[in-house]
């Protein structure tokens, strides 16, 4: 090689390693001590879980949840804690007591929960099911004038294997290869890519009115009670009437698949089975809605008034106690935060932890923060916070551990997320892919055009077993998992709290059209 040759490669590994993002080793090394030899993060799933939980939106363990929340992590040092208003309002709604039961040919107590939003019954109904299939308007003529003050099975079991899948799985070198290897943020074949939020946005609402069709015309035939089957096997998986769409005239039970194909055979058989439901809730005309919010405060004067910010969602379903949905997620942003508090570090920007409420509703508590603090969804009208915000790290696809980022298209940030993932390679954090995720809180901050991101997670038994059902439990959460994701997320947060500039943006979004 020539002197020129040798000075010239020199000059470009120069330039590669100035270029390169800077990772301050000894921080996180001081991270990880304290995110896996004094973890809290199990301690304070338990509080969320066990003590707080279920947290449907609009209910009183809701807000015990947040107000702990918030002292709690006033009592770890942080500036500012609160409970902020994020505009929304719901009905409060929470069980006192429900059975459902098959009472003849046979006693079978029967595994199930009632709809959340779902009215109270003044007795005792008992009555012998009548079996329908409405799946859309379609088949509101063959039913139409029989079904007054009837329980209304609606479907038939569907056939389906007994589960040959193992139950819980983490992702394999191969699947992560085949997402990092995309070069469409919206590519198909990947489960949960949207184009955009407003694509998810109308697909939700789309989904909603269907239902809501459905559901009306229940009311106007004058039924009873609707009973339907889970989508998954034992575990019952329900959620709720979105309340804030229609307010529900009956109340409706989700059961479990086994139950409901027994129930619907004996009828097939023209055995006389008798079904008795009750249920007693208590509901609240208007609750306000909000979020927990608490920060270290910045400490360079230049920058402080500029914020990074992690969070989760902690509202949940109400039939488990909401462990992996979301209060994994919130239990890791609230370790992470702790660990940073903990080991000392002085960010120069801000550093702020949102508990967002009403996820489950449509994004209630984060889209409301992104319209109060950085501007109108719809039509882009920014506020001067946005130019404030550096980026959103979000965590909700159950408890298991981060593999990576999906960067939704913003390929400006792989360089810089590739070298704070490096420390946790060896954990199995390896994978940037372009891919876009959605379904979750970071979609409103990239609708507005600033820095969202969602981890890439291990699955876990999320989906086959726990996701909205009544398994959601503390016992579903992995410890080592929450503890490494906890470790990545304060490492994350602190390295863009300290980096000279904020994270590179996509270009802003045009404004949204309906239907468009």
């Given at each position: 090689m020539t002197r020129i040759a040798i000075a010239l490669a020199l000059l470009l590994s120069a330039t590669s390693a100035l270029a390169q993002e800077p990772v301050n080793d000894t921080v996180v090394a001081q991270i990880k001590s304290e995110a896996f030899q004094r973890s809290a993060v199990m301690d304070t799933l338990s509080w969320l879980s066990d003590v707080y939980g279920p947290r449907l939106t609009g209910s009183p363990t809701l807000r015990q949840a947040a107000e702990w929340a918030r002292d709690q992590l006033t009592r770890w040092g942080m500036a500012n804690a609160a409970l902020e208003p994020n505009g929304s309002t719901t009905r409060g709604w929470s069980i006192e007591r429900f059975s459902i039961e098959m009472?003849?040919?046979?006693?079978?107590?029967?595994?199930?929960?009632?709809?959340a939003w779902s009215p109270a019954l003044a007795s005792p109904l008992n009555a012998t099911p009548i079996v329908v299939e409405v799946k859309s308007k379609d088949d509101f003529a063959k039913v139409r004038g029989k079904l007054?003050?009837?329980?209304?099975?609606?479907?038939?079991?569907?056939?389906a294997d007994i589960g040959f899948q193992p139950e819980a799985k983490r992702l394999s070198d191969e699947e992560l290869k085949k997402q990092e290897g995309q070069v469409d943020p919206a590519a198909s074949g990947f489960?949960?890519?949207?184009?955009?939020?407003?694509?998810?946005?109308?697909?939700?609402?789309?989904?909603l009115e269907k239902q809501k069709e459905i559901?009306?015309?229940?009311?106007?035939?004058?039924?009873?009670?609707?009973?339907?089957p889970s989508a998954i096997?034992?575990?019952?998986?329900?959620?709720?009437?979105?309340?804030?769409?229609?307010?529900?005239?009956?109340?409706?039970?989700?059961?479990?698949?086994?139950?409901?194909?027994?129930?619907?055979?004996?009828?097939?058989?023209?055995?006389?089975?008798?079904?008795?439901?009750?249920?007693?809730?208590?509901?609240?005309?208007?609750?306000?809605?909000?979020?927990?919010?608490?920060?270290?405060?910045?400490?360079?004067?230049?920058?402080?008034?500029?914020?990074?910010?992690?969070?989760?969602?902690?509202?949940?379903?109400?039939?488990?106690?909401?462990?992996?949905?979301?209060?994994?997620?919130?239990?890791?942003?609230?370790?992470?935060?702790?660990?940073?508090?903990?080991?000392?570090?002085q960010p120069r920007r801000t550093i702020r932890v949102a508990l967002w409420t009403g996820e489950e509703q449509d994004y209630f508590g984060s889209a409301g923060y992104v319209e109060r603090h950085f501007g109108a969804l719809q039509t882009v009208t920014l506020k001067p916070e946005h130019a404030k915000l550096s980026g959103y790290f979000n965590l909700d696809n159950g408890s298991g551990r981060i593999r990576g980022v999906n960067l939704q298209g913003n390929e400006a940030a792989r360089p810089i997320f590739e070298a704070w993932l490096r420390p946790f390679n060896y954990?199995?954090?390896?994978?940037?892919?372009?891919?876009?995720?959605?379904?979750?809180?970071?979609?409103?901050?990239?609708?507005?055009?600033?820095?969202?991101?969602?981890?890439?997670?291990?699955?876990?038994n999320y989906e086959s077993k726990v996701h909205h059902s009544n398994l959601d439990l503390y016992e579903e959460a992995v410890p080592d998992d929450l503890k490494q994701a906890s470790a990545i997320l304060a490492s994350f947060v602190y390295h863009a709290a300290m980096r000279d500039g904020l994270l590179p943006r996509k270009p802003l979004p045009k404004p949204h059209t309906d239907g468009k």
């Open positions: 009472t003849a040919p046979q006693y079978m107590r029967i595994t199930g929960y009632p709809r007054r003050g009837a329980i209304v099975m609606n479907g038939r079991p569907d056939p489960p949960n890519t949207p184009k955009s939020y407003w694509d998810e946005e109308d697909e939700f609402v789309k989904a559901y009306e015309f229940f009311a106007h035939e004058g039924i009873a009670a609707l009973v339907t096997g034992e575990d019952v998986r329900t959620d709720g009437f979105y309340d804030h769409v229609w307010h529900p005239a009956y109340p409706g039970f989700v059961i479990s698949r086994e139950h409901y194909g027994r129930l619907v055979r004996l009828l097939d058989h023209k055995q006389a089975v008798t079904m008795s439901l009750s249920l007693s809730v208590r509901m609240v005309d208007r609750v306000e809605g909000f979020n927990v919010v608490a920060e270290i405060p910045g400490s360079d004067a230049a920058l402080r008034s500029e914020v990074v910010m992690l969070g989760g969602h902690l509202d949940s379903w109400h039939s488990g106690t909401g462990a992996t949905d979301n209060g994994a997620g919130c239990a890791v942003a609230l370790e992470a935060i702790r660990i940073l508090k903990a080991i000392g570090v954990l199995g954090a390896t994978t940037l892919t372009t891919l876009n995720t959605g379904g979750t809180d970071h979609m409103p901050f990239d609708a507005i055009g600033l820095p969202g991101f969602q981890f890439i997670q291990d699955p876990l």
